[in-house]
DNA sequence: CACTCTTGGAGAAACGTATCTCCGAAGGCT
DNA sequence: AGCCTTCGGAGATACGTTTCTCCAAGAGTG
């Protein structure tokens, strides 16, 4: 009683707000200490359950609600997880990866709300103040580029960083990715089987690690089977410039009898600009492209395409910045490698521990000459050659 | 210099901590006192310039970063604008609005961004927990339900909330819409323009604001013009009853000869309904399809969509929410619809004040018996009938 | 010279929580 | 009876800012 007496008493001169309720206004009205509401909410300390339910009941009856900001200032946890991607002209997200990122930050959002954290979506390109000023627990960012001044501000900060997208020269706590080369691979070995003597490739100007990767294996596999490399690359964040690529591919001398387009809109533009040049799919033109939209399916004829598994990609990318966030206390240089999967990291000494996921082929009428029945078939495993 | 001596000693038995720099230690490195070093990085007080770089200057050089836990704390602001999601299943977001949201929430970002607030995207589903953890400045709700809970709790932590979606009974502190009769006026009238004698409606079983508002326009229209009402409703959450429906709409005996269908798929189920029943589109078949994709502009034919223009509701809804955040101190019932553009405002006395945002019908050939270039055509004014 | 302003800046009080430390009291053991 | 242990809970401090209040010294003014 006294003590509840005291601790109301507690702000002086202050006039009387009539506020929301503070963990104080709960105590008082509970008659006991600050410290037993806390430790009665939050399940901690040693209290009778009695005393627990009654200032439970008391902090209802108030309508006391934590405030968020002054636990995340005392515990040094947000709850909160950055999004972040990098931007190319002023809108948030670029438009040839929509459909991917859209997927992807959607499933990252749900596994990371089942875990109890929220994400905040931050582009790359956000005036510094914005997201300086936002408590983060970590953050996801996709496809960093070398020496991302975004990536070492927040590893300098202790910021844990998982990035989509192999890392060139970021200090990433960790990262995922697609086993690009060998899903490019398995796509060329697709085409070839259905009867595709040159196989080009519309690719990127960009240097992200997709489109490089991706690019360097086509040409390894060229180089491996002994074909001329027929490819036309255009700035994939330009939607325009995608169909003119796709057309100056089909009017080379040296046409192709089959494209895969790195980028989603490509199916579609790679279809009119066959319908242009009189080539139909897929009698003389197999085609596929990547994309994780599902018109494809619609198209005339359907298109075969190849599925980056965005979904899992952003479960497994939240799941991997959570371990990180909630397994090292904080600054000191926690071994996190054994937090992850040993299955799949990449067989290194050196950090930033990696995980390949799989790709997925879904084969449709573009790319079979023979019967077109639609099968889903499963990426050959990184072994094989 | 004593000044200075004396702030560092301030932590006492605390061994050394090597994290970051905290504006103690700015303050002490560069001999001030932490309220000009606040006062100079943030641009208030009376300083001299020269002390005003002095601080920047050994700010920067110290790595410092303000606390954004410890200002939002003190200030009361965070910075930070939640984004609900009205769900239906476990997923974040549901498909059959899948583009329209992700416009809506790029659009919402891109605009919270300039005014220097971010974006967390909170399903209305998460758990209380999540939710109720996070210090949220304001919240924007996409079509709340009646009575959404949700609302309420937000406002009565006095946290403002703006709807997109005019709402049916939540205290919304202001509200955007799409004149959604106007536009299913315009398309009807659009068809009846075409040649249409039997207009039929594919619709929801749901009740939000937007296929409610919308089917009751189309009943009025058909009550109007004397025709019997032609429809058929499914649970647009579920993506594949869709297809099913549209196959029952034309199945019928009294089949429209005309169709406008209110989500997004609809386009694509209907087309392939029709080729499955031998209509032609549009010599058999007129066709209207509420939807943000352009894959419409390729489908064959190109089929005429209304668009709700996503990018203008999300920039304006947010820019409603954070006029009021910023206009209103906190809790007292200031007249906030003094800071809103009276032009928009529905001439009521009662709040909330609401905003109604033009839609878009883009006409292409499924819905022109005649020439079938494509035009854009702006929905006719609110007030004519 | 006595006085008022203005300039430049220091002190200290919040903001609302979590948690570390410590203490009294009641019971159990030798 | 003295000592140890557990129970139940109070006190105080720290988290890192922002900001309100106030003061000292110099500059101008009569």
Redesign the interface.
């Known amino acids: 009683m006294t003590a509840a007496a005291n601790q109301s008493g507690r702000r002086p001169t202050t006039s009387r707000r009539?506020?929301?309720a503070g963990i104080r206004d709960v105590a008082a009205a509970a008659g006991v200490s600050i410290t037993t509401v806390s430790d009665a909410l939050n399940g901690k300390g040693r209290l009778p359950d009695e005393t627990r339910s009654r200032v439970r009941e008391v902090a209802e009856r108030l309508?006391y609600?934590?405030?968020?900001?002054?636990?995340?200032?005392r515990t040094?946890r947000?709850?909160?997880i950055g999004l972040t991607v990098t931007t190319y002209g002023?809108?948030?997200?670029t438009f040839t990866e929509?459909a991917y990122f859209?997927e992807m930050?959607?499933a990252a959002?749900?596994a990371a709300?089942g875990r109890?954290?929220?994400?905040?979506?931050?582009?790359a390109s956000?005036?510094h103040?914005?997201?300086?000023?936002?408590?983060l627990d970590g953050t996801v960012v996709i496809d960093p580029p070398d020496q991302d001044p975004l990536v070492s501000e927040l590893y300098?900060?202790?910021v844990p960083v998982v990035s989509d997208g192999k890392p060139g020269n970021c200090p990433v706590t960790a990262w995922v990715d697609n086993d690009h080369e060998a899903a490019v691979l398995g796509i060329l070995d697709h085409l070839s089987e259905a009867g595709a003597r040159r196989i080009g490739l519309l690719t990127g100007t960009s240097t992200d690690t997709y489109t490089r990767l991706s690019t360097e294996a086509y040409l390894a596999w060229c180089t491996k089977v002994g074909q001329e490399p027929v490819y036309e690359a255009y700035p994939a964040h330009d939607p325009a410039s995608g169909a003119v690529a796709a057309d100056r591919l089909l009017a080379r001398p040296d046409r192709p009898d089959a494209v895969y387009g790195l980028f989603d809109p490509n199916g579609?533009d790679l279809l009119?600009a066959a319908r242009r040049y009189g080539l139909r799919v897929p009698d003389d033109l197999l085609l596929v492209c990547c994309s994780e939209s599902d018109?494809y399916a619609?198209t005339?004829p359907p298109i075969t395409t190849l599925s980056l598994k965005p979904r899992k990609i952003g479960t497994t990318v939240v799941n991997l910045l959570i371990d990180a966030i909630e397994g090292v206390d904080?600054?000191t240089g926690v071994d996190i490698a054994r937090l992850f999967p040993p299955r799949f990291r990449t067989a290194g000494n050196g950090p930033p521990p990696g995980t390949l996921m799989p790709t997925e082929l879904i084969v449709r009428a573009s790319s079979q000459r023979r019967s077109p029945r639609t099968t889903i078939s499963p990426p050959r495993a990184p072994g094989e050659v």
């Open positions: 009539l506020e929301r309508g609600r934590p405030s968020a900001a002054a636990r995340t200032l040094g947000s709850g909160l002023e809108e948030p997200f929509f859209a930050a959607r959002t749900s709300l109890g954290y929220a994400l905040v979506v931050l582009p956000s005036r103040d914005v997201w300086g000023n936002i408590a300098r900060s202790g579609t009119a018109v619609t005339e904080s600054g």
